[in-house]
């Protein structure tokens, strides 16, 4: 088990990367789209092109980080009922959901659009829209995402097993255990804490200098 923990903490720093660096793509989507858009406001111009690259981030921002996604259980749940159940209960759907379900639909994608990103990369396939971008990068992405989701479900799954026999900490809720708006209030708790204790030694520290 020991072993196998550690194969998940790896898988869940690959995914932690990945989420490193997607969120450079939501950018570079955000910044093209908003420069696509002065262009051809102020100097009458466009181009598929820079239409089809948004797609291709927001594909790959949205696929490859379906892992990361999986890792921060920020996925859409349905816990009007899952919510009611004892925590043993909830392991053990989430056992089932990762084996039965989410690893044959993953093996799935992967055998389906393994081929195709292969067939398209050799044929060359572009876009059939003028100045449009050459397909296979997009494709690229199922197996990519598909693949990391694949992974990182079974991280989840070695530490849901490792749970249930004792030897692993509680795998459920999010990592923080706090909403957004907890967070942001502890933030700004910790902020308002650090200026007073900067306010209270000032004093202290004139009186010092004097």
């Known amino acids: 088990m020991q072993a196998l923990l550690k194969f998940s903490r790896a898988i869940d720093w690959l995914n932690a990367q990945v989420g490193k660096v997607i969120i450079w793509f939501i950018f570079a989507a955000t910044f093209i789209s908003a420069l696509n858009a002065i262009v ?3 100097f009458n111009y ?4 820079f239409l089809e690259v948004q797609w291709y981030l ?6 490859v980080a379906a892992g990361y996604t999986l890792l921060h259980r920020e996925h859409v ?3 009007v009922l899952n919510s009611r159940l004892s925590k043993k209960a909830q392991v053990w759907i989430d056992i089932i959901g990762f084996t039965f379900f989410l690893t044959p639909l993953c093996l799935l994608v992967l055998y389906l659009t393994g081929p195709m990103v292969v067939e398209k990369y050799t044929s060359g396939e572009m876009s059939g829209n003028p100045g449009g971008l050459i397909r296979w990068p997009v494709w690229l992405a199922l197996p990519i995402g598909f693949g990391l989701l694949l992974l990182q479900g079974w991280s989840e799954l070695i530490k849901r ?8 900490p509680d795998p459920m809720g999010r990592l923080t255990d706090q909403t957004a708006e907890e967070e ?9 804490e650090a200026a007073a ?6 004093p202290v520290a004139a009186a010092q200098a004097r």
Do not use: Y
């Not at 927001?58 to 696929?63: D, E, I, R, V, Y």
């Not at 097993?161 to 692993?168: P, T």
């Open 197 to 202: 204790n900067a306010t209270s030694q000032a």
């Open 58 to 63: 927001f594909a790959w921002a949205f696929l």
């Open 77 to 79: 749940r349905i816990d």
């Open 184 to 192: 942001l209030a502890a933030a700004l708790k910790r902020e308002a």
């Open 40 to 42: 051809r406001k102020v």
């Open 46 to 49: 466009s181009s598929n092109g």
């Open 161 to 168: 097993i490792a749970f249930l026999r004792g030897q692993g």
